[in-house]
């Protein structure tokens, strides 16, 4: 195949990603670094997400990528379908060590941030209504094991694919906006703006939230 004739086909491609419809409420289009847990949470809420809106009027798609790819792999994404129009990275502090980078990056990039501190299991124990002081990712997931076998006589498991199901079940996720909203406010205020040190804290409820606020439309 020559030159023109590649030419005419990304030509041909380019019109038909800007002949899909986009989803009025939305397209999420939201890369993890993981395999299992936030990705089994996300696809919870994708599925929380009620059949007459669902693929229809707002769609969540999610991809992995490596910690250090996040962003650029979401800016790939975005520039090659133009459909994906609501862009997140979701990942943890844990040991990663340009935590305040990535985020920043992705910000200037126009790209949302569902960043936990020290690792997503904080926002979920925001759903049984606290979010105490974890000097570390192994120290908070054995706290909310802990705590989640308190309250649902379920043992946790990263890789449990009810996750979301069960935090709304046994939880309250409009307490966990409210107290995540409130904890972010204070660590804000108290290490400068600076998301490896604002721990404990999450922005995942913005993301929550903005879809929650979606589906009562």
């Not at 999610?62 to 520039?79: K, N, Y």
């Not at 569902?114 to 997503?120: A, D, H, L």
């Not at 498991?157 to 909203?181: F, T």
Request: with cysteine.
């Amino acid at each position: 195949m020559g030159k023109d004739d590649r030419r005419g086909e990304r030509k041909i491609r380019k019109q038909n990603f800007s002949s899909v419809r986009t989803p009025e409420l939305g397209y999420y289009f939201i890369v993890t670094d993981t395999q299992e847990t936030e990705q089994n949470y996300l696809y919870g809420l994708r599925d929380s997400i009620p059949d007459h809106l669902k693929n229809k009027r707002l769609v969540i798609k999610v991809h992995e990528a490596r910690t250090d790819d996040l962003v650029d792999h979401c800016i790939e994404s975005v520039f090659l379908e133009p459909q994906y129009r609501i862009p997140w990275i979701v990942f943890d502090r844990d040991q990663v060590k340009d935590f305040d980078k990535i985020i920043k990056k992705a910000h200037d990039n126009n790209i949302n941030v569902g960043w936990s501190n020290p690792c997503i299991e904080i926002w979920f124990q925001a759903y049984f209504g606290t979010m105490p002081k974890y000097l570390d990712s192994v120290q908070c997931c054995d706290g909310f094991n802990a705590c989640f076998k308190k309250k649902t006589s379920k043992e946790y498991k990263k890789s449990d694919q009810n996750i979301y199901s069960n935090l709304c079940k046994y939880g309250n996720e409009e307490r966990a906006i409210s107290l995540a909203q409130q904890k972010l406010k204070q660590m804000e205020a108290e290490c400068n703006n600076k998301p490896s040190e604002m721990c404990p804290g999450t922005t995942m409820h913005l993301l929550i939230e903005e879809i929650r606020n979606k589906i009562k439309q």
